[in-house]
């Protein structure tokens, strides 16, 4: 894999109305013709997104709405679309131009403030107006915040914006959760116990294997790959045991059946659920396992969207454990991507994948709709530990 994917990037996304310029800001600021410009209002009909590096930030995702004003059935279709990427977006830059009415960007300001997303100010076609330091001044009196003054068309003030960008996402970034650093020191030994899934497309490694490997390389440890059918080779070749065994949820049995008494074990998916997620939340919702019966209802959600194989984790495995638990046909949906339904109050629980395709931020606004609504939510790897009963040995 050669580049970042888009689940450790900073999504920075960009909101105002229909004609504000942000499809021509998207532009200006990637250096491309991203997105499509045009004088004819609602042009940009689905969120654009493009992956480019900013010096100081990092690999960032920089994504154009369609606007928050549009109007009729298409319209509203659009900007429900919007309304999707709040859950995932960990910047906000709210685009506006010198009209004087802010009403609207306050109104959607306010909707990415609820859910911790700082906004920074944009004013866009001040080429425009005979006095920009007097249209910046309306607009600073009216969101409390002093404005960038940008012209996204002539490409004037972008460098002071990624400037102020710079500044404005420190806190997003220093919100990042590692992987696997904090269990280990270095020179520490980990073996990576990694069944090769058939969902895995030929010659790859998924990507919870790929960056929790990174990371240990990162804090320069030795790191030992191998399959289930190898970890006693694997073992045998080490003269000491290993400081820790991370593997597949699905494997924990095999593993832990021949895991030295001095190496702790975890799995990708635990790993992740702390990563992505909120793993105090996790263990605490998977112990509400034991309460499901034949006519309890739950949902299984997986970020990404494969074609499922013949044992599907999510829409095979799990449901199987999860029936021989609760001693009956309890109920099972299953959503993929970024459908999630609004209403979680028909299910008694909710378990998502390990969620390697989100970002931190997305898992978050899941996590935080689950607990608005009372229903308990785990991952993959948590409820597969408690229902094997090794959830107390494992390391979090």
């Known amino acids: 894999m050669n580049v970042t994917p888009n689940s450790n990037r900073l999504h920075i996304t960009l909101y105002g109305r229909r004609n504000s310029g942000k499809s021509s800001l998207l532009n200006a600021l990637t250096g491309q013709e991203a997105a499509v410009v045009s004088p004819v209002a609602g042009t940009t009909t689905d969120p654009v997104g493009r992956a480019m590096e900013i010096m100081g930030l990092g690999p960032c995702l920089l994504t154009d709405t369609p606007g928050f004003d549009d109007e009729g059935q298409l319209g509203g279709l659009r900007t429900r679309e919007t309304r999707l990427t709040l859950e995932r977006a960990d910047v906000a830059m709210m685009v506006c131009t010198p009209t004087g009415d802010y009403s609207g960007e ?24 005979h006095d920009p330091c007097q249209a910046s001044s309306r607009l600073e009196e009216a969101c409390g ?3 960038v003054e940008v012209s996204a068309l002539r490409r004037w003030g972008i460098d002071r914006l990624l400037e102020a960008l710079r500044s404005f996402a420190c806190e997003a970034v220093a919100d990042e959760v590692d992987i696997v650093r904090h269990l280990v020191a270095e020179g520490d030994t980990v073996l990576l116990v990694m069944p090769q899934d058939p969902q895995a497309p030929r010659g790859r490694l998924i990507l919870p294997q790929v960056q929790t490997l990174r990371e240990l390389l990162d804090a320069r440890c030795l790191a030992l790959c191998c399959t289930v059918e190898g970890m006693r080779q694997a073992l045998s070749s080490l003269s000491v045991p290993p400081k820790l ?11 832990k059946a021949c895991k030295p008494p001095e190496s702790r074990l975890t799995s990708f998916s635990v790993l992740f659920a702390r990563h992505k997620g909120d793993i105090g939340y996790y263990m605490a919702s998977a112990r509400r396992i034991d309460e499901l019966g034949p006519a309890s ?3 299984i959600a997986e970020a990404c969207t494969h074609a499922p194989a013949s044992e599907d ?3 095979v495995k799990l449901p199987r454990l999860l029936r021989q638990r609760a001693g009956g046909e309890l109920c099972v949906t299953v959503v993929a991507g970024k459908d999630f339904p609004d209403d ?3 299910y008694d629980l909710v378990i998502h994948c390990g969620a390697c395709m989100f970002n931190r931020r997305h898992v978050l606004n899941r996590i935080a709709q689950a ?3 009372g229903v308990p939510m785990t991952n993959y790897g948590i409820a597969i530990a408690y229902m094997k009963g090794i959830l107390d040995e494992v390391c979090v």
Do not use: C, M, Y
Not at 106 to 129: F, H, M, S, T
Not at 245 to 255: C, G, K, M, P, R
């Open 371 to 373: 607990r608005r609504q």
């Open 313 to 315: 984790i999510g829409r």
């Open 106 to 129: 306050l109104q959607w300001a306010e909707l990415l403030r609820d859910r911790g997303i700082p906004v920074l100010w944009v004013l866009n076609k001040v080429d425009l107006v």
């Open 145 to 147: 915040q002093r404005p």
């Open 344 to 346: 979680l109050s028909p």
């Open 245 to 255: 065994i991370v593997t597949d949820s699905q494997a924990f049995a095999e593993v």
């Open 297 to 299: 209802h739950v949902l």
